[in-house]
C-alpha cells in the first residue's frame, strides 16, 4: 500500500489501539530511546500466527547504532510524512520499502526506528544476485556423525527475525534492487505463513534444542519437528534506489515511502550528531559549501560530508581556518571548483 502524502495523519495510524494506551509507541524521529509507557504491539488478525513463547527484547546494537546514527542518535524529526508510512507499516505489520537516491539515509532509518522504539538490535542482511530467502532463514552444514545434528543449523537474520519475539525484531533488507526476479515472492510466501519449517530437525528427539541465531552469543529454543513461527510478523525494512521494479503482488502487501535528500538544517543535525564538539558556524559553513558542491554536480550521499569533517579535525583546520580547506574538501568530493 502507498499513502499519499496530504491524506495520511499521524493520528489515524493510533486508531487500533486499545483505550488508554499510549501513543509512546509511534516513530516520530526524536532520536530518543524509548520511555516506559505501555505499548500495544499487537498485530491485525489476518496477520497474527500462533508462536510463542516470546523471546524477550534482543540487545541494542551498542557501537553499531553509534557509528550509524552518532552519540546524539539523529532520527529525521522534521518529516511528519515519512513518521507516518513508518507508523503504519508497525501497525499493519506490512514490510516498508524506503527508496531514494543513494546516500540518503535509507539503511540507516532502520537503526533510528529501532533505537527509539526499544526493538533491540537490528538484523542486517545484504543479499546479492544469487541470494535465496532460504539463506536468510537458516544454515545447515552437516557435521559428524557423534555430532548432535542441531549443531548443524544456523538461523540467519530472516530466520532470526521470525521467531517468536514480545516486541518486532527489525530486519534490514538492503539493497533489494540486487535479488534474483524471484526472490520477492519468495519472501511473500514466507511471510504469509509466519515462519518456516527445518527438515533436517525432523528426525530428531521431539524436545526443544538451542538453535545459534544471528544474534551474536544469543541461542533459541526450537523443537524439531515443528515450525519456527512468530507470532506478529517482524518490521523488514526493504532499501532501494529504484534501478528496478519490484513485483506488484509483492507491494501490494508493502508500505512505501521515499527518503528525499536532506536539507541544510538536517545535515547539520547529522554533523552535530556525529560531531558534538565542532563549534555550530563551522559546521553551518561546511554544509554550505557541501550544498554548493552538490547543487554543481549532484547529491553525493551524507557519508560524504561525514568524511570532510573528520579529515579537516584530523589536519586541524575546524579551527576557523576556512579559507585552507579547498584542497582536503577538493579530494574528497566531487566537485573539482572546491579548490578554491
Known amino acids: 500500500m502507498t499513502f499519499d502524502e496530504s491524506t495520511t495523519e ?9 483505550p488508554g494506551m499510549s501513543d509512546s509507541w509511534c516513530y516520530a524521529g526524536t532520536g530518543r530511546g524509548p520511555d516506559a509507557g505501555p505499548r500495544d504491539w499487537s498485530p491485525p488478525p489476518h496477520r497474527r500466527f500462533t508462536g510463542g513463547p516470546d523471546l524477550e527484547v534482543a540487545p541494542p546494537g551498542g557501537p553499531e547504532v553509534a557509528r550509524r546514527l552518532g552519540d546524539a542518535r539523529f532520527g529525521w524529526p522534521d518529516r511528519p510524512h515519512v513518521h507516518d508510512r513508518i507508523n503504519a507499516a508497525i501497525v499493519a505489520g506490512s514490510p516498508l520499502i524506503v527508496t531514494g537516491p543513494p546516500g540518503v539515509g535509507k539503511s540507516t532509518l532502520a537503526y533510528a526506528i529501532a533505537a527509539e522504539l526499544g526493538l533491540g538490535r537490528v538484523l542486517p542482511w545484504t543479499p546479492g544476485p544469487g541470494s535465496t530467502v532460504a539463506d536468510g532463514l537458516y544454515t545447515y552444514r552437516p557435521t559428524s556423525g557423534s555430532e548432535p545434528v542441531d549443531s548443524a543449523v544456523r538461523l540467519g ?3 532470526t527475525a521470525l521467531l517468536p519475539n514480545r516486541v518486532p525484531r527489525v530486519l534490514l533488507l538492503d539493497g533489494v534492487d540486487r535479488v534474483a526476479f524471484d526472490f520477492p515472492h519468495a519472501l511473500r510466501a514466507v511471510l504469509r505463513e509466519g515462519g518456516f519449517d527445518i527438515p533436517e530437525l525432523d528426525h530428531a528427539p521431539r524436545s526443544p534444542v538451542a538453535l545459534r541465531t544471528a544474534d551474536p552469543g544469543r541461542d533459541a529454543f526450537v523443537t524439531p519437528g515443528v515450525a519456527v513461527r512468530c507470532h506478529a510478523l517482524p518490521l523488514i525494512v526493504l532499501t532501494s534506489v529504484g534501478d528496478r521494479d519490484l513485483p506488484a503482488a509483492f507491494r501490494n502487501d508493502c508500505v512505501e515511502v521515499r527518503l528525499t535528500e536532506p536539507s541544510a538544517d538536517e545535515l547539520r543535525s547529522v554533523v552535530s550528531a556525529h560531531f558534538p564538539e565542532v563549534p555550530v558556524p563551522v559546521i553551518t559553513e561546511l554544509v554550505g559549501r557541501f550544498e554548493k558542491s552538490n547543487a554543481r554536480g549532484g547529491f553525493q550521499g551524507i557519508g560524504k560530508l561525514l568524511d570532510a569533517v573528520h579529515a579537516l579535525r584530523v589536519r586541524g583546520l575546524l579551527d ?12 574528497l568530493w566531487s566537485d573539482a571548483s572546491e579548490r578554491a
Not at 10 to 18: C, I, K, Q, R
Not at 320 to 331: D, I
Request: hydrophobic fraction near 35%.
Open 10 to 18: 499521524a493520528g489515524d495510524l493510533s486508531a487500533g489501539h486499545s
Open 320 to 331: 576557523g581556518a576556512t579559507g585552507q580547506w579547498g584542497r582536503v574538501l577538493s579530494s
Open 157 to 159: 537474520p530472516l530466520g
